[in-house]
């Protein structure tokens, strides 16, 4: 499929069987044995040829076809063309390629393969999940009822109670529950946009079965009700009243901005050349396309989009022609203008998409898992927004295992990452991140294919009544889902990972340092000792954790005290590393413009000698000049050297033959030459 992450693996080999069968490679359909070369072009036919081999069988090692006819050695090519891929990227890219030609192939499988047409709501594997329940001492859940939804089967309680309380049933902590919503459910979907704004969570697009959609559905929280806006995208200036249809997207982020909703990115049917920003307006239900200053980046999909404080910082992603990136871009909304960050120093994270990002203090921007075309990751990265340096810190607690597609959300200064996939399969587990000690916990863990372990899910947070909830919602783990979860954060991993793990390393907090001062520890400390002794229910499995003495207390505001005194001796220590690193600046800044006197002493220096060189240069040339003039000069003379020589000749010749004839004219009786006469 267009938006799938090539490294997940969710979708196989469930889909990629129906999609062979759908094909002709796979099953008993009604048509001929090959029907795909008469459904698809013959280059198409003969790549999923190539595909279904190599993830049905492997890599090719039947030796090349000689008399074989010209079809079966073009089979043999696209074959052995794909060399060592690996079957579970060559099922994700067989799916793809049928996708991409026949986006509703899907639901036509049960009628070619004349088999009958099987609800898939049947297939749906049983979740074992708690369920609301307002009832605190075991009593039984009220009665349900089931209703149709759009594409998947909801249930709506009879208890209108039960509705009305919405996330106030959440009693347990640290779980995921599934609450009975009610409303026209929406279409199941991945890849999706998710945003909370007004105690209402919006979702826009996504894809299912291969097709994205534009479609915006809204969660109200307090009632748990689904109910969908007729949105229109507006054409032309704000005061225009012609509309068009709103465009189909799937990668894209969903952003809450003020008083309404900023789409940024996604993949479409027809991409444009730059990224595209787009604002819902709930008031009018109007999307309007949004004008940009400066260098906007290349369209994409898959990418995160991070709010800043008045700015929009963007990672990563994959553009139109399935290319992966990891170069960085700013959009400050105030003004809608892009900023050029390609300033940043250090090694940034590797090109992928379907990551999660998240900022810490206004400061850090954080880049964890993610994917490419072959692989998944773990890796964490931080970039210092004030200095642009990227930096790999070191990581504690449990370490998690690499995914892709997973969803993330911060509450304080914890990072809950839920949902993602790998090559195997679905990330079970839901993972928290404490941001100021960059120490990993494990929240809690789904049992079996459930819809939170999966790829492309959305993740948002909201508050009731003064409580933290998490909200997920959608994903794809071989079917597309279109369930709603709740988890009730209880913030006790922060303080299990003080107490348990101890004081961050020196390399962690230069990193990112804690935001609290000293003074403001105190307080905490003085409001803990004064505030009453609240029982916290933390049910995971067979574990329950309840702080009920003050003696828990004493000891949590030591160990608060002893970190005190440590980041204050860490604080001391880093003020003397400053001003040794000051002082070293200012030797450096004194030695810097003694160098630039030198230079420019050398600088004159060098000048005078260039115009020495080029008067030298222009004398040498007229010598050049007259020695040329002297050549000529002796040629001439040689010249007339022999010129001269030529006629002495000539004039004694002459005179010889005068005096020789005068002798024979006397022999021969002719008169010489008349004697001069006389006076």
């Not at 696209?78 to 026949?102: I, Y």
Request: aromatic share 6%.
């Amino acid at each position: 499929m267009a938006t799938a992450r090539a490294s997940s693996g969710l979708a196989y080999p469930d889909r990629f069987y129906a999609a062979s069968t759908y094909a002709g490679f796979g099953g008993s359909p009604r048509s001929s044995s090959s029907p795909a070369a008469s459904r698809f072009q013959n280059d198409v036919a003969l790549l999923l040829y190539g595909l279904y081999q190599q993830a049905t069988v492997g890599p090719c090692t039947v030796p090349k076809p000689r008399a074989w006819n010209p079809v079966e050695q073009s089979k043999w090519t696209s074959w052995h063309g794909l060399g060592n891929m690996a079957s579970t990227e060559a099922m994700r890219l067989f799916v793809k390629v049928l996708e991409e030609e026949d986006p509703a192939w899907y639901s036509r499988v049960p009628e070619l393969a004349g088999e009958p047409v099987v609800d898939v709501e049947m297939l749906k594997p049983k979740v074992e999940l708690p369920t609301l329940s307002p009832y605190q001492n075991g009593d039984s859940l009220p009665k349900t009822k089931t209703v149709s939804s759009e594409s998947g089967i909801a249930t709506e309680t009879h208890d209108k109670d039960v509705i009305s309380e919405g996330l106030g049933l959440v009693g347990m902590y640290d779980q995921w529950i599934a609450p009975s919503v009610s409303g026209k459910i929406p279409k199941p979907r991945y890849t999706h946009g998710a945003a909370v704004l007004h105690e209402k969570m919006y979702t826009f697009g996504g894809n299912h079965n291969g097709r994205y959609l534009n479609d915006l559905q809204v969660l109200d929280l307090k009632t748990l009700k689904w109910s969908r806006i007729e949105a229109k995208a507006l054409d032309g200036p704000l005061d225009s009243s012609t509309t068009t249809y709103v465009v189909p997207s799937a990668g894209h982020s969903l952003i809450p901005w003020g008083d309404k909703l900023l789409c940024i990115g996604g993949h479409t049917k027809n991409p444009s050349e730059t990224i595209a920003v787009r604002e819902f307006n709930p008031q009018t239900c109007l999307w309007t396309n949004l004008k940009t200053n400066g260098k906007p980046p290349i369209s994409r999909g898959g990418q995160s989009a991070t709010l800043v404080g008045n700015t929009l910082v963007i990672f990563g992603g994959e553009d139109a022609k399935r290319s992966l990136l990891n170069d960085l871009h700013v959009l400050v909304l105030e003004t809608m203008t892009w900023e050029d960050v390609n300033y940043a120093i250090g090694t940034p994270p590797s090109p992928r998409s379907g990551h999660a990002a998240a900022c810490h203090a206004d400061r850090y921007l954080l880049i964890f898992g993610g994917g490419s075309h072959t692989t998944c990751f773990n890796d964490l990265h931080v970039l210092d927004l004030q200095t642009m340096e990227w930096s790999r810190p070191k990581q504690q607690g449990v370490t998690p295992g690499p995914r892709a597609g997973h969803a993330g959300v911060t509450v304080g200064e914890n990072w809950f990452i839920t949902g993602g996939g790998n090559n195997v399969g679905g990330i079970s587990e839901t993972l928290v991140l404490s941001m100021a000690t960059l120490v990993w916990s494990v929240v809690t863990t789904v049992e079996g294919r459930v819809p939170l372990a999966s790829e492309g899910l959305s993740l948002v947070t909201t508050t009731y009544k003064g409580e933290d909830f998490l909200l997920s919602f959608g994903g794809y783990n071989g079917r597309y889902n279109n369930e709603v979860f709740v988890l009730k954060p209880s913030h006790l991993s922060d303080l299990q990972s003080r107490i348990i793990e101890g004081p961050a390393s020196d390399t962690v907090a230069v990193v990112i340092p804690t935001t609290k001062t000293s003074r403001d520890m105190e307080l905490e400390v003085e409001a803990t000792r004064d505030k009453k002794i609240k029982e916290i229910e933390v049910d995971n499995g067979d574990s329950e954790l309840n702080v009920r003495h003050e003696g828990d207390v004493e000891s949590l505001v030591d160990a608060l005290r002893t970190e005190k005194e440590e980041l204050e001796a860490t604080l001391k220590k880093e003020q003397l590393q400053n001003l040794q690193v000051k002082q070293q600046l200012a030797e450096t800044e004194t030695r810097n413009t003694e160098l630039t006197k030198e230079l420019q002493s050398v600088r004159s220096q060098l000048a005078a000698e260039q115009s020495r060189c080029f008067k030298l240069e222009v004398d040498v040339a007229e010598l050049r000049q007259k020695l040329q003039t002297l050549g000529s000069v002796e040629k001439e003379v040689e010249l007339l050297r022999r010129q001269k020589a030529a006629a002495e000749q000539e004039a004694l010749n002459a005179k010889q033959r005068q005096g020789s004839g005068g002798v024979w004219g006397w022999l021969a009786g002719t008169p010489g030459p008349p004697s001069p006469s006389r006076p």
